[in-house]
């Protein structure tokens, strides 16, 4: 209904809108604020989602496995390691052993949860040092326990009474020793079995296939293993996280309708008080189609006006969050957070320039001489 080069009547509307500045801000503050509750909203929603799969990403390809509910010891023997190398055929299996000792330095002391592993290269991420290929002695430790003993790489501790030579510090919270204080040798920890298995696979692909097949391989009978990898949890994120942007984007859309319904009583009012004016337009030959365009024009521009503040306050917003989140600030130029831009924009116009429609209609339709009459 709007022609974008009919100039005469977007003129026209500008300057209807400028009679009343406040009036024109309100209108067109109620868009901002339904433009900024879905772009807004939309890209924090990303922001969150991301952030959460990027700390699983780097977990997608392994397989957790671990002792079943039928499993009466408790513990993966060595035989059940077996079954699960010929399964797991081209990936790493690292049997683990937990156990709880004393560490200490020549000044401190903690009491923490030591891993012992035979493959720690392939589960764990380094800062500082490397890790043999397989760990047949040394110990690992993470930055926080080494800062509280007092100790750094190269230097010894000693750990449940053994002493161990630091070749290594893990990397910062956020890579897979995550939560882990030390790793020693798997031989090192002295009981039967293992407490878990750590199968890393090609990709998440084959996470998916052997956390399917390792327990079907062993439990013939009873369920003696069970498996995890995270994927499934990466799964859920992003249903969970495409659910609840959903759910707040028909939140935000509810507040442009509140909007559209502003400016339709906006529209309402500014018709009633030009009566006089647009008899005048209507008794000099104006037609109904150009006074109705008029109209929506004036609507169709608070729309504008409104999509494009929101949209640029919804980016300053986004990029806030983002470099908060997740230290990317740019992340918020990303195609999906475009997307939620371009919709906000897109239906804060929509809204706007239907709202004008009834308004425009009633101004077309007015008998120009009953106007003019008062």
Do not use: C, H
């Not at 190398?85 to 299996?93: F, I, K, N, W």
């Not at 990397?171 to 878990?196: H, K, M, T």
């Amino acid at each position: 209904m709007i022609d974008p080069l009919d100039a005469p009547a977007l003129r026209m509307a500008w300057l209807n809108l400028q009679r009343n500045r406040l009036r024109t801000g309100l209108a067109t503050l109620g868009i901002v604020i339904g433009v900024v509750a879905i772009a807004a909203i939309g890209i924090t929603g990303t922001a969150l989602q991301y952030g959460a799969t990027q700390e699983l990403g780097g977990l997608s390809n392994t397989v957790t496995v671990f002792p079943g509910d039928e499993n009466e010891d408790n513990v993966i023997t060595d035989q059940q390691v077996d079954s699960i190398e010929r399964v797991a055929t081209g990936a790493v299996v690292a049997p683990q052993r937990t156990e709880t000792m004393a560490v200490a330095s020549r000044s401190e002391r903690r009491r923490v949860t030591v891993q012992a592993v035979s493959r720690p290269d392939a589960l764990y991420d380094v800062a500082e040092g490397t890790v043999p290929s397989p760990m047949r002695s040394g110990a690992l430790l993470n930055a926080d326990i080494a800062a509280e003993l007092g100790v750094e790489l190269g230097q010894t501790v000693s750990i449940g009474g053994r002493s161990y030579r630091i070749i290594a510090i893990l990397d910062e919270p956020g890579g897979f020793g995550q939560g882990v204080s030390v790793v020693i040798p798997l031989d090192d920890v002295d009981q039967d079995g293992y407490d878990q298995v750590t199968v890393v696979a090609a990709d998440g692909e084959e996470a998916q296939r052997l956390a399917e097949e390792i327990p079907a391989e062993l439990n013939e009978r009873e369920e003696v293993v069970g498996t995890f990898t995270p994927a499934d949890i990466q799964e859920s994120v992003s249903g969970f996280f495409a659910t609840l942007n959903a759910a707040l984007l028909g939140v935000g859309s509810i507040s442009l309708v509140v909007a559209g319904v502003s400016i339709l009583n906006v529209m309402l009012m500014s018709v009633v008080e030009r009566r006089a004016e647009i008899g005048v337009f209507r008794a000099v030959g104006i037609r109904r189609r150009e006074v109705m365009r008029m109209i929506v024009a004036e609507a169709a521009l608070l729309g504008v006006l409104g999509g494009a503040v929101g949209v640029a306050l919804s980016t300053v917003i986004g990029w806030a969050v983002n470099g908060q989140l997740n230290g990317q600030p740019m992340l918020v130029f990303q195609p999906r957070n475009l997307e939620f831009l371009a919709l906000g924009f897109g239906f804060a116009v929509l809204a706007s320039t239907l709202s004008g429609i009834y308004p425009a209609w009633k101004a077309s339709t007015a008998n120009p001489v009953e106007v003019l009459r008062g």
